[in-house]
């Protein structure tokens, strides 16, 4: 693989990758260990759409990630798990030790049944044993879904039915700052509606002692001790499913993503050791939770599979104080951290004197992803925590792409601030015009993607309609990101935000519709229609218009209820900050709520809602205008 170390390398790799996309990936995957090497690099068509890489190829990706690195890393650090409690000892995890457990996971999964193709819901804390657990399916080719573990009972419900599920693997609880959360409660809620699941093994966490179903139920400890160490690889097809990732859409349930062994691993591979720059020995560390696809890609598979060293970490940013981030880099020489823009706006309100009191020489490259980030934060992060010296890589990327796209190469790209600045290699960004037409040159539009990378979504599990609709029938030939861009004279890219019905809450994706029908199910609530608005430290929060059936007594009772509602069937981050009652909605003569409305009231911009006379009712305006919280 070349490597990419100045920006006239960056140039030269771009050029050839995009004038011959087969050629650059077909070397790149050399780089692997493969069963079989693949017949054919790229079938397409994004009409259909259909969409392989390395055809006919056989893998492991498990194998790639430990086994090809034994000889001569058995002994480096693979893992470091710092645990919520400061007071909690961390655990070095070896690149051996890794091996062993993640086969006794394997040999686990079969000893219970469960074979190639199996779907396997795993809704764990961020503990070692959740990394064993998605590498143990991954092990023997069953498809992991992780469901991140502040999601609740009816959240879980809709993602272990959606792919029939056939076994969980969870904790009794975790720990959370100073709280304790109940999942295996959660669990046995969930699993009174799910018909699929025939085992559940729970991992003893926080030891709360939670019900066991006899028949059912295994406690991990009890089930693993005699698994043996050995676990022979299942060979999966490059196009074999390696895991489904649940993300919100614009409408209706959360849409499965589907990801692939061989395009996937070769992709954040090559996209870790090339973004961060990573360097042999180096300490990684991603914040984000294994629940998500940064944790999927950026802590497990693109660092593990490049043989370097990831930090996983059980707790929050705030806990016990605002100094924790600052406090585990220096404990463990930590040379590349990525976080969010919301992590960094929330410790920026703490003092400096968190950061100063903590040894941060050992930084080398900072990163950002999730949502796009204000040129303050960015500053703030570059001048107190890279103290100047680490250049910042603001990657842009999606559940649905699989890894980063677009992004500065550390230390190669020269940086703009809340730029996510340049495409990398393989990747063809087009900015589309309100006709479908693409814009040339600098400008503003719709962000599309002309040409397939390896990591991307083949599909939406069980609906390739939805896939189709959602992704490549905006503009025909090409996919749809879902997001706004600009691009300026240099040919930089900022992502302005989603021009659809997904809102970003803390860098966590929601989709409106969701949560329109967690608060409707309220008995008091007649309809809702919500929309994001700016918040200084989650980027975006949730604002709800509600109609009641009769007009509230206790408004602010009612809207307790309402946030409860909300967290019960969702989970806690998508409560909606703001909940204002009203007694119509703004909608068209064709019944549509005219969202474009109610986001510039939630945005204090009433006295600028344009033209509002095709509405059904335009008096409703004047009351909600009236009424808006701020
Ligand atoms: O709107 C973009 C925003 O996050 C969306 C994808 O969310 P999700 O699938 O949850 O994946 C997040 C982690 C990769 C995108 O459509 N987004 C992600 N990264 C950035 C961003 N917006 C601006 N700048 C970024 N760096």
């Given at each position: 693989m070349d490597i990419i170390s100045s920006s006239s390398d960056y140039e030269k790799i771009y050029r050839a990758s995009i004038e011959n996309p087969e050629r650059f990936w077909d070397e790149v995957a050399r780089d692997f260990v493969w069963h079989r090497p693949w017949d054919k690099v790229l079938k397409w068509d994004f009409h259909k759409p259909e969409l392989a890489w390395f055809l006919g190829g056989k893998l492991n990706i498990t194998e790639n990630i430990l086994d090809r690195h034994l000889p001569q890393r058995a002994n480096q650090t693979a893992l470091i798990w710092e645990p919520n409690q400061p007071s909690e000892a961390?655990?070095?995890?070896?690149?051996?030790?890794?091996?062993?457990?993640?086969?006794?996971?394997?040999?686990?999964?079969?000893?219970?049944?469960?074979?190639?193709?199996?779907?396997?819901?795993?809704?764990?804390?961020?503990?070692?044993?959740?990394?064993?657990?998605?590498?143990?399916?991954?092990?023997?080719?069953?498809?992991?879904?992780?469901?991140?573990?502040?999601?609740?009972?009816?959240?879980?419900?809709?993602?272990?039915?959606?792919?029939?599920?056939?076994?969980?693997?969870?904790?009794?609880?975790?720990?959370?700052?100073?709280?304790?959360?109940?999942?295996?409660?959660?669990?046995?809620?969930?699993?009174?509606?799910?018909?699929?699941?025939?085992?559940?093994?729970?991992?003893?966490?926080?030891?709360?002692?939670?019900?066991?179903?006899?028949?059912?139920d295994s406690w991990w400890h009890e089930e693993i001790w005699d698994m043996d160490d050995h676990c022979e690889p299942e060979i999966m097809d490059s196009e074999d499913l390696l895991f489904i990732l649940y993300t919100s859409g614009s409408t209706g349930k959360p849409k499965g993503m589907v990801h692939t062994c061989g395009g996937y691993m070769v992709y954040t591979n090559y996209t870790f050791r090339t973004v961060f720059q990573y360097q042999e020995g180096q300490v990684f560390w991603c914040t984000a939770d294994v629940g998500w696809i940064t944790g999927h890609s950026y802590i497990i598979y693109g660092p593990l599979s490049a043989g370097a060293t990831t930090l996983l970490f059980e707790g929050i940013p705030s806990y016990p104080d605002f100094g924790r981030f600052w406090q585990v880099i220096e404990r463990h020489r930590v040379n590349l951290f990525y976080t969010a823009p919301t992590a960094i706006r929330s410790l920026e309100q703490a003092p400096l004197s968190f950061v100063e009191r903590h040894d941060l020489s050992s930084l080398k490259v900072l990163g950002t992803v999730g949502e796009p980030i204000n040129e303050e934060a960015w500053h703030w992060y570059d001048k107190n925590i890279g103290k100047g010296n680490c250049p910042i890589v603001d990657t842009w990327w999606q559940t649905e792409t699989g890894g980063a796209m677009i992004s500065p190469i550390a230390g190669v790209t020269v940086t703009k601030p809340s730029y996510a600045t340049l495409p990398l290699p393989g990747v063809q960004p087009a900015l589309m015009d309100d006709h479908g037409k693409e814009i040339k040159g600098a400008g503003e539009g719709r962000l599309a993607l002309k040409f397939p990378w390896p990591s991307m979504s083949r599909t939406i599990y069980g609906n390739h309609k939805r896939f189709r609709e959602t992704y490549f029938s905006t503009f025909p030939g090409m996919y749809f990101t879902g997001d706004g861009c600009r691009r300026d004279g240099e040919g930089y890219y900022r992502i302005t935000g989603r021009v659809d019905d997904i809102i970003i809450v803390s860098g966590h994706n929601l989709g409106t519709a969701e949560i329109e029908s967690a608060i409707d199910e309220h008995s008091s609530v007649c309809e809702s229609a919500v929309v994001g608005f700016p918040h200084d430290i989650k980027g975006q929060g949730v604002y709800a218009f509600v109609i009641c059936y009769n007009k509230p007594e206790e408004e602010d009772k009612l809207r307790a209820e309402i946030r409860d509602t909300v967290s019960k069937i969702i989970g806690p981050i998508a409560k909606p900050d703001k909940i204002q009652f009203v007694s119509g909605l703004p909608k068209t003569r064709s019944g549509k709520i005219m969202r474009r409305i109610l986001r510039k009231v939630a945005e204090g911009e009433s006295a600028n809602l344009g033209d509002v006379t095709t509405l059904l009712d335009p008096g409703v305006v004047e009351e909600i205008k009236r009424g808006a919280l701020h």
């Amino acid at each position: 693989m070349d490597i990419i170390s100045s920006s006239s390398d960056y140039e030269k790799i771009y050029r050839a990758s995009i004038e011959n996309p087969e050629r650059f990936w077909d070397e790149v995957a050399r780089d692997f260990v493969w069963h079989r090497p693949w017949d054919k690099v790229l079938k397409w068509d994004f009409h259909k759409p259909e969409l392989a890489w390395f055809l006919g190829g056989k893998l492991n990706i498990t194998e790639n990630i430990l086994d090809r690195h034994l000889p001569q890393r058995a002994n480096q650090t693979a893992l470091i798990w710092e645990p919520n409690q400061p007071s909690e000892a961390p655990r070095h995890i070896t690149y051996a030790e890794l091996k062993r457990e993640v086969c006794r996971v394997g040999n686990l999964l079969r000893k219970n049944g469960i074979r190639k193709g199996d779907r396997v819901c795993i809704y764990m804390p961020m503990v070692p044993e959740l990394v064993y657990a998605v590498l143990g399916c991954a092990r023997i080719g069953a498809v992991h879904s992780v469901v991140f573990a502040g999601f609740s009972s009816g959240s879980l419900i809709d993602r272990i039915n959606d792919c029939g599920c056939r076994l969980v693997l969870t904790a009794d609880g975790a720990f959370r700052g100073d709280k304790k959360i109940e999942l295996k409660s959660v669990v046995d809620d969930a699993l009174m509606n799910c018909p699929t699941v025939e085992k559940v093994i729970v991992l003893e966490r926080t030891g709360s002692k939670p019900a066991m179903k006899a028949g059912r139920d295994s406690w991990w400890h009890e089930e693993i001790w005699d698994m043996d160490d050995h676990c022979e690889p299942e060979i999966m097809d490059s196009e074999d499913l390696l895991f489904i990732l649940y993300t919100s859409g614009s409408t209706g349930k959360p849409k499965g993503m589907v990801h692939t062994c061989g395009g996937y691993m070769v992709y954040t591979n090559y996209t870790f050791r090339t973004v961060f720059q990573y360097q042999e020995g180096q300490v990684f560390w991603c914040t984000a939770d294994v629940g998500w696809i940064t944790g999927h890609s950026y802590i497990i598979y693109g660092p593990l599979s490049a043989g370097a060293t990831t930090l996983l970490f059980e707790g929050i940013p705030s806990y016990p104080d605002f100094g924790r981030f600052w406090q585990v880099i220096e404990r463990h020489r930590v040379n590349l951290f990525y976080t969010a823009p919301t992590a960094i706006r929330s410790l920026e309100q703490a003092p400096l004197s968190f950061v100063e009191r903590h040894d941060l020489s050992s930084l080398k490259v900072l990163g950002t992803v999730g949502e796009p980030i204000n040129e303050e934060a960015w500053h703030w992060y570059d001048k107190n925590i890279g103290k100047g010296n680490c250049p910042i890589v603001d990657t842009w990327w999606q559940t649905e792409t699989g890894g980063a796209m677009i992004s500065p190469i550390a230390g190669v790209t020269v940086t703009k601030p809340s730029y996510a600045t340049l495409p990398l290699p393989g990747v063809q960004p087009a900015l589309m015009d309100d006709h479908g037409k693409e814009i040339k040159g600098a400008g503003e539009g719709r962000l599309a993607l002309k040409f397939p990378w390896p990591s991307m979504s083949r599909t939406i599990y069980g609906n390739h309609k939805r896939f189709r609709e959602t992704y490549f029938s905006t503009f025909p030939g090409m996919y749809f990101t879902g997001d706004g861009c600009r691009r300026d004279g240099e040919g930089y890219y900022r992502i302005t935000g989603r021009v659809d019905d997904i809102i970003i809450v803390s860098g966590h994706n929601l989709g409106t519709a969701e949560i329109e029908s967690a608060i409707d199910e309220h008995s008091s609530v007649c309809e809702s229609a919500v929309v994001g608005f700016p918040h200084d430290i989650k980027g975006q929060g949730v604002y709800a218009f509600v109609i009641c059936y009769n007009k509230p007594e206790e408004e602010d009772k009612l809207r307790a209820e309402i946030r409860d509602t909300v967290s019960k069937i969702i989970g806690p981050i998508a409560k909606p900050d703001k909940i204002q009652f009203v007694s119509g909605l703004p909608k068209t003569r064709s019944g549509k709520i005219m969202r474009r409305i109610l986001r510039k009231v939630a945005e204090g911009e009433s006295a600028n809602l344009g033209d509002v006379t095709t509405l059904l009712d335009p008096g409703v305006v004047e009351e909600i205008k009236r009424g808006a919280l701020h």
